[in-house]
C-alpha cells in the first residue's frame, strides 16, 4: 500500500547549524505535502508546505523542497534555534481528491546550545 | 489556532469498558479526522468523516466506531475497550478544497488498564 518513509528518526545539531529531514512517499498521484511541528505533551502544527506545481518553497528560515521525479521531498531548517527542538512529521495526501494524508514516523530534532 | 476541542483531555478506564471521545469544531469544514499516535508509529487514521453521516474506515479502523450527526461534531467510540488502545488520540479538519492543510485538536490521553 502507500506509504510514506522519514529519515533520520533521530537528528541532533549544534544550535546555528542547518538540519534536514527527507521523506519519500510512494504514491505517483500524490499532490500535497505538508510538514508538521510537534512539540512535547502538544498539537501537530503545519509549519510548512508544498503543492506538486512547485519545486521549493521558503518561509524565513524553513524551506521545503519536492522533487516529483524522485518522489522525494525534504525540509531545511536554517540557522536552528533551540526552539526549534521538537518532532517534525512530513505527510502526503493518498490520493488527489481522497482527503487523506500518510503520515511519516517522525524526526525527533534536538538543538544543543 | 483552529477552533476544534477534543473531551475529554485525558481518561483511564478498564479493560472492557465502552468509551467515547468527543471532536467539536467551530470552523464549519466538511472534513473530520480521528487519529491515534503511538511511539514509532506517528499518525495514524483511525475513520474519517466527508459530511454528516458520512464517514468510511481508516488505516486502523478495527475496534472503533465513529458517528457525525452534525457538522460540528464527531464521535469515537471503542466499543470495548484493550489494553493495546492506549494512546495520544488527535481530531483534525480540513476545509472543503484539495490540497488544504489538516489542523489539529489538542489530543486526548487514553489509558486503559
Not at chain 1, 528560515?61 to 533551540?82: C, D, G, M, W, Y
Request: charged content about 25%.
Amino acid at each position: 500500500g502507500e506509504n510514506v518513509e522519514q529519515h533520520p528518526s533521530t537528528l541532533s545539531v549544534q544550535e546555528g547549524d542547518s538540519a534536514v529531514i527527507k521523506c519519500t512517499y510512494s504514491d505517483s498521484a500524490s499532490n500535497y505535502f505538508p510538514w508538521y511541528k510537534q512539540e512535547l505533551g502538544k498539537r501537530p502544527q503545519l509549519i510548512i508546505d508544498i503543492r506538486s506545481n512547485v519545486g521549493e518553497k521558503k518561509d524565513q528560515r524553513i524551506a521545503v523542497t519536492l522533487n516529483k521525479t524522485a518522489k522525494h521531498f525534504s525540509l531545511h531548517i536554517t540557522e536552528t534555534q533551540p526552539e526549534d527542538s521538537a518532532v517534525y512529521f512530513c505527510a502526503a495526501d493518498k490520493k488527489s481528491g481522497t482527503y487523506k494524508y500518510i503520515f511519516g514516523t517522525g524526526t525527533r530534532l534536538k538543538v544543543l546550545a | 489556532d483552529a477552533g476544534i476541542t477534543q473531551s475529554p483531555r485525558h481518561k483511564v478506564t478498564e479493560t472492557g469498558t465502552p468509551v467515547t471521545l468527543r471532536c467539536h469544531q467551530t470552523e464549519n469544514h466538511r472534513y473530520m479526522y480521528w487519529y491515534r499516535q503511538d511511539p514509532g508509529h506517528g499518525l495514524r487514521l483511525i475513520h474519517y468523516s466527508y459530511g454528516v453521516k458520512d464517514t468510511d474506515k481508516g488505516e486502523v479502523s478495527d475496534g472503533y466506531s465513529v458517528s457525525r450527526s452534525k457538522t460540528e461534531d464527531f464521535l469515537l467510540t471503542l466499543e470495548s475497550a484493550t489494553s493495546s488502545q492506549t494512546s495520544v488520540y488527535f481530531c483534525a479538519i480540513q476545509a472543503e478544497y484539495s490540497n488544504q492543510p489538516q489542523h489539529f485538536g489538542d489530543g486526548t490521553r487514553l489509558s486503559i488498564l
